[in-house]
């Protein structure tokens, strides 16, 4: 393989796509060799996801765009003909049939046949073989419909390999993956390299392409920024490329929680679902951001699901400012005062049609709304203009659809909905998952300056580096109990990531 | 290279607010090529030659008739777009205006009280919509289930109202709102067009109708948004309800008799045709009550339009059914990128 090294299999050369009078890439100059683990970075906006659909057919670059394969001109006029090409691209939401088997998967649109029937025989050994050098623990007789996302990740990565696929495309693979199951992932993209796949791997999260890739490319505004090797490869200058300047004010965190924690703003007692909650007890103080750290599936989000209403709680008692609440729906929490960003803003929090205006008045036009129900639609555009200013929200307009904004513009929107509502308690369920750099510093600011307005904030993350630079105390949760706490008082642990993980992980040992 | 990007795909992105009006005038086009088309064919047959003048689609009188066909489709349509918006489906329209229609004309026959048909059919439709509503709200049954169920249940009760009969009433006291006009316009028109209107406020300026258009773009989110989605459900499919109910009274006004059987029979498949002619989306969240006016206008048309022509009873069915399926194909492949219906 020693001959392959270096030769690019993929070549962009000045490649730009213009929608109307936007330019959403210009003249991007790229190449993807084979046998590498090329890393694609930018914000989001930054021309990343028109890279991608340029790629895989679905949109056509402008004229003068130049795209050759192996020392050859092509056309990439379609999705069939970037297969064809051995381009396979594996989108953030899977694509497979649930209600078919792996093997019926991986072959969907060119099954094998004998005759007029499927040859369901040649199927299932021509997908246990790629399974196999996968190292998948699923059959290819498995419906799609029991396995976890992780394994449905691996049956699109067979489906790629099956077919032949010379460059892998990977956006943002790991987003909701565990620790281990990323592990896994990572040592099959290493094999796949070492087979002489080209992959271009997608991601926000640097310590991944730190990790992982050969290369790292970085787009901005539209634009090639450039391309680091191996050796030159480090956060600091990576992040610098992206937002195009420097890191220092990343994490803000200016509010003084610790010298004068204010009084309990929400008293969460005895809190349990009978299920996945043991009756879990705690406090966040007026001004505080009290991180709640845990690995995925410790109960974190279904605890706040039920401090918000959300699911009926079995036991336990809520009080916001020493008056009990017990909120039995969404709503009733919200007139409590507590709000609650969920982690999933696309399934659950936005109406994706609707516009930027309309999403963010949607907790408060009743508390607006002039007699007899009728909308008030100065204030409500009073509102929109405010939020769009404080939050820094990038829209073409109020009345812009808000399924076409950025991720980080999104959760922007669904943060403004909770504010509206003048919340004392603010339950943020990872509020930067798939939002850029830029929109995250803005976040955390954003966290900042409401804790220094005396609101009360818990952040349910799981990105340690996060829960560390932004919280005054965090509470660990372990398989639906609440196992520890580090930093507040003092003479407590100090909140580094170790001592999280030390008790976020130790299950076992305590077990024992 | 080709372009899977529509150039209306493209509009959207640049300018969001002229798309929403392009979508929400949907089938204008559609409705005025269509007219346009009936005024020289009706010509055509009436000639043997292409002559503007002697076509008799476009006279005040014929249009005046389509309108006042078009009424009671529209009010119905009006209802079925709300429920249609939540993503629900009322297939129950039919009957319960039967059923509406027979209480409008027994309680018509109450001496001196018969102005009390109308509130009667109105109370009626309102009460067996919101036994929809409730089925749906609080038993999470699908829509469209439990509304086949009240569309065979509520068919029979119609019938039972009249003891299978139908019911008279030559001095309807309410007739005037089936025959009569006022300034020159007729009452089902103007019923019909106040419906569409009253629509178009609550959906659009006040806070109730933003939920429904919440609750059907997604449902989760307006839970925790704080939206009490169940009364959402009860009040849309009250209103279909209702206004079915005001259907019933137009048509036992227009002619002075109901029959629990034979009327508004297949009354909901034109409903929903109208909606989504007007573009819409079945799965809810997106549509306008503007366009649901210009869908029945359609319909109706059509109907009158092949008759006017000479078309055979046979072939109209034929040829509507086929335009509804061309009308939103065409409508599909102009807005695809972001067509839902």
Same mark, same amino acid.
């Given at each position: 393989?020693?001959?392959?090294?270096?030769?690019?299999?993929?070549?962009?050369?000045?490649?730009?796509?213009?929608?109307?009078?936007?330019? !959403?890439?210009?003249?991007?100059?790229?190449?993807?060799?084979?046998?590498?683990?090329?890393?694609?970075?930018? %914000?989001?906006?930054?021309?990343?996801?028109?890279?991608?659909?340029?790629?895989?057919?679905?949109?056509?670059?402008?004229?003068?765009?130049?795209?050759?394969?192996?020392?050859?001109?092509?056309?990439?006029?379609?999705?069939?003909?970037?297969?064809?090409?051995?381009?396979?691209?594996?989108?953030?939401?899977?694509?497979?049939?649930?209600?078919?088997?792996?093997?019926?998967?991986?072959?969907?649109?060119?099954?094998?046949?004998?005759?007029?029937?499927?040859?369901?025989?040649?199927?299932?050994?021509?997908?246990?073989?790629?399974?196999?050098?996968?190292?998948?623990?699923?059959? !290819?007789?498995?419906?799609?419909?029991?396995l976890s996302i992780a394994e449905r990740q691996l049956v699109e990565i067979a489906r790629a390999v099956h077919a032949r696929s010379r460059v892998l495309i990977m956006d943002e693979p790991t987003t909701t993956?565990? %620790?281990?199951?990323?592990?896994?992932?990572?040592?099959?993209?290493?094999?796949?390299?070492?087979?002489?796949?080209?992959?271009?791997?997608?991601?926000?999260?640097?310590?991944?392409?730190?990790?992982?890739?050969?290369?790292?490319?970085?787009?901005?505004?539209?634009?090639?920024?450039?391309?680091?090797?191996?050796?030159?490869?480090?956060?600091?200058?990576?992040?610098?490329?992206?937002?195009?300047?420097?890191l220092s004010s990343f994490y803000k965190k200016e509010h003084n929680a610790h010298g004068s924690r204010g009084r309990p703003i929400l008293s969460v007692r005895d809190v349990s679902d009978g299920r996945r909650v043991e009756p879990c007890s705690f406090d966040i103080h007026e001004g505080e951001v009290l991180g709640i750290?845990?690995?995925?599936?410790?109960?974190?989000?279904?605890?706040?699901?039920?401090?918000?209403?959300?699911?009926?709680?079995?036991?336990?008692?809520?009080?916001?400012?020493?008056?009990?609440?017990?909120?039995?729906?969404?709503?009733? !929490?919200?007139?409590?005062?507590?709000?609650?960003?969920?982690?999933?803003?696309?399934?659950?929090?936005?109406?994706?049609?609707?516009?930027?205006?309309?999403?963010?008045?949607?907790?408060?036009?009743?508390?607006?709304?002039?007699?007899?129900?009728?909308?008030?639609? !100065?204030?409500?555009?009073?509102?929109?203009a405010e939020a769009i200013e404080a939050t820094g929200i990038r829209t073409a307009s109020p009345d812009a659809p808000v399924g076409g904004l950025s991720g980080g513009n999104q959760q922007k929107v669904l943060l403004s909905r909770l504010l509206e509502t003048r919340p004392r308690v603010l339950i943020l369920d990872e509020p930067t998952r798939g939002v850029d750099i830029g929109a995250k510093s803005e976040i955390y600011r954003l966290i900042d300056r409401l804790a220094r307005e005396g609101v009360g904030v818990a952040v349910i993350s799981s990105e340690l580096p996060e829960i560390v630079g932004i919280c005054d105390r965090v509470i660990v949760m372990r398989e639906g109990r609440i196992a520890g706490e580090v930093g507040g008082a003092a003479g407590a642990e100090q909140i580094t990531q170790e001592n999280i993980m030390a008790i976020a992980t130790s299950a076992a040992k305590e077990a024992a | 290279m080709t372009s899977t990007h529509s150039s209306a795909a493209e509009a959207k992105r640049r300018n969001p607010a002229l798309a929403g009006n392009l979508r929400g005038l949907g089938m204008l086009p559609a409705l005025v090529l269509i007219a346009i088309l009936f005024q020289i064919l009706s010509g055509y047959v009436e000639t043997g030659g292409l002559s503007w003048a002697d076509g008799r689609f476009m006279s005040w009188n014929n249009l005046s008739i389509v309108t006042q066909q078009a009424s009671i489709n529209t009010v119905l349509a009006a209802g079925m777009t709300f429920v249609i918006l939540t993503g629900g489906i009322d297939l129950s329209v039919g009957s319960v205006l039967a059923a509406s229609a027979m209480l409008a004309m027994i309680a018509s026959l109450i001496p001196g009280w018969g102005m009390l048909g109308v509130l009667v059919a109105l109370i009626g439709g309102g009460a067996l919509g919101l036994i929809n509503g409730a089925l749906i709200a609080f038993l999470r049954l699908p829509p469209f289930i439990v509304t086949l169920g009240t569309m065979t249940s509520v068919r029979g009760l119609a019938r039972l109202f009249g003891h299978d009969n139908t019911i008279f009433n030559a001095d309807l006291p309410f007739a005037f709102l089936g025959n009569g006009a006022l300034f020159g316009v007729p009452w089902l028109v103007i019923i019909a067009l106040a419906t569409v209107v009253v629509s178009w406020v609550i959906l659009r300026r006040?806070?109730?109708?933003?939920?429904?258009?919440?609750?059907?773009?997604?449902?989760?989110?307006?839970?925790?948004?704080?939206?009490?989605?169940?009364?959402?459900?009860?009040?849309?499919?009250?209103? /279909?309800?209702?206004?079915?109910?005001?259907?019933?009274?137009?048509?036992?006004?227009?002619?002075?008799?109901?029959?629990?059987?034979?009327?508004?029979?297949?009354?909901?498949?034109?409903?929903?045709?109208?909606? =989504?002619?007007?573009?819409?989306?079945?799965?809810?969240?997106?549509?306008?009550?503007?366009?649901?006016?210009?869908?029945?206008?359609?319909?109706?048309?059509? /109907?009158?339009?092949?008759?006017?022509?000479?078309? /055979?009873? =046979?072939?109209?069915?034929?040829?509507?059914?086929?335009?509804?399926?061309?009308?939103?194909?065409?409508?599909?492949?102009?807005? /695809?990128?972001?067509?839902?219906?």
């Open positions: 393989m020693s001959t392959d090294q270096n030769r690019p299999f993929l070549e962009m050369r000045n490649v730009s796509k213009t929608f109307g009078r936007v330019r !959403a890439l210009t003249s991007v100059s790229l190449d993807i060799r084979v046998g590498e683990i090329h890393a694609l970075m930018g %914000e989001n906006g930054a021309g990343k996801s028109t890279l991608m659909k340029i790629l895989s057919g679905a949109i056509a670059p402008d004229e003068g765009s130049e795209i050759v394969i192996e020392g050859r001109r092509v056309a990439i006029n379609g999705p069939m003909a970037a297969k064809q090409l051995g381009i396979a691209i594996i989108y953030q939401e899977l694509t497979l049939a649930p209600n078919l088997s792996v093997a019926e998967n991986i072959y969907l649109g060119r099954e094998p046949s004998r005759g007029a029937l499927i040859d369901r025989k040649a199927m299932v050994a021509g997908v246990e073989s790629v399974l196999q050098r996968l190292g998948a623990n699923f059959a !290819a007789r498995d419906k799609v419909a029991g993956l565990s %620790e281990r199951e990323t592990e896994r992932l990572f040592a099959l993209v290493r094999q796949l390299k070492q087979e002489g796949l080209a992959i271009v791997y997608i991601s926000h999260r640097m310590k991944e392409v730190y990790e992982l890739s050969d290369r790292v490319s970085v787009l901005r505004d539209g634009a090639y920024v450039g391309t680091l090797g191996r050796d030159a490869i480090n956060p600091a200058a990576v992040v610098r490329m992206m937002v195009g300047r420097d750290a845990g690995l995925v599936g410790a109960g974190r989000t279904e605890l706040a699901r039920l401090i918000f209403g959300a699911d009926p709680k079995i036991t336990g008692a809520i009080a916001v400012d020493g008056r009990d609440v017990n909120p039995r729906s969404p709503k009733d !929490a919200i007139e409590a005062g507590i709000a609650y960003l969920t982690e999933d803003r696309k399934l659950l929090g936005l109406m994706l049609d609707m516009s930027v205006s309309e999403n963010i008045n949607l907790g408060v036009m009743s508390r607006d709304a002039l007699a007899g129900g009728v909308l008030n639609r !100065a204030k409500g555009r009073k509102r929109t | 006040t806070v109730l109708g933003m939920r429904v258009y919440a609750v059907g773009g997604n449902p989760e989110a307006a839970r925790l948004a704080g939206v009490k989605v169940w009364s959402i459900s009860l009040f849309v499919y009250g209103m /279909s309800g209702l206004l079915a109910g005001l259907g019933g009274a137009m048509s036992a006004a227009k002619l002075y008799a109901a029959n629990g059987l034979q009327v508004g029979q297949s009354y909901e498949l034109d409903a929903i045709a109208a909606v =989504i002619l007007g573009g819409t989306s079945f799965v809810g969240g997106i549509g306008s009550i503007w366009g649901t006016l210009v869908g029945a206008l359609i319909i109706a048309v059509l /109907s009158n339009g092949l008759i006017l022509t000479g078309v /055979s009873d =046979i072939w109209q069915f034929i040829i509507k059914g086929l335009v509804i399926i061309g009308a939103v194909a065409l409508d599909r492949l102009r807005t /695809s990128g972001n067509a839902r219906t």
